[in-house]
């Protein structure tokens, strides 16, 4: 008997590379964070920040943190399943479901979010501040409120054919 192994393809975007500079009696040294979001595209996500000498590590880092970081969304079809509003800071995002055939409508940050999870159509709005930090860590807490219409009918102690009615 063969058994095959499937490993789970995790997608790992890049959000956002910062470099800063220490002032030393040589010179300047400087420093690297980056910002990585990983998901399986399946409804799992997640999002770490690395920091090293070189990017590349400072990038591995960050995939690391963000692997250990992932938690699981309720996805409704290809979209979300109602409209919500994420908060992180002075940083707000607005996440509406959209219909088949309208794409992902989103800036950088909150993009790279939404393709990781596996999120086919959406519509998203930055509100306020537009700090790619306390945009990531507001849109993945709109994500992660989610609740699919099983959790919510099973809350109310009701089917879902009675609350959908």
Request: proline share 4%; charged share 25%.
């Amino acid at each position: 008997m063969v058994r095959e192994e499937e490993e789970e393809q995790i997608i790992e975007k890049v959000v956002h590379i910062n470099r800063v500079a220490k002032v030393v009696k040589g010179g300047r040294r400087f420093n690297f964070s980056a910002i990585v979001v990983t998901g399986d595209g399946k409804g799992m996500v997640g999002a770490g920040l690395g920091k090293a000498n070189e990017v590349p590590e400072a990038i591995r880092k960050g995939g690391e943190k963000a692997r250990k970081n992932m938690r699981p969304i309720s996805l409704f079809e290809d979209t979300i399943p109602y409209r919500v509003i994420g908060v992180f800071g002075s940083s707000s995002v607005l996440l509406k479901p959209a219909q088949p055939g309208t794409g992902i409508i989103a800036g950088g940050a909150v993009r790279a979010v939404l393709e990781t999870v596996g999120v086919k159509n959406i519509v998203s709005k930055c509100l306020r501040s537009n700090n790619p930090h306390n945009l990531v860590k507001a849109t993945l807490n709109g994500l992660w409120s989610l609740r699919s219409r099983e959790e919510i009918a099973r809350s109310r102690g009701k089917t879902v054919e009675e609350v959908l009615a």
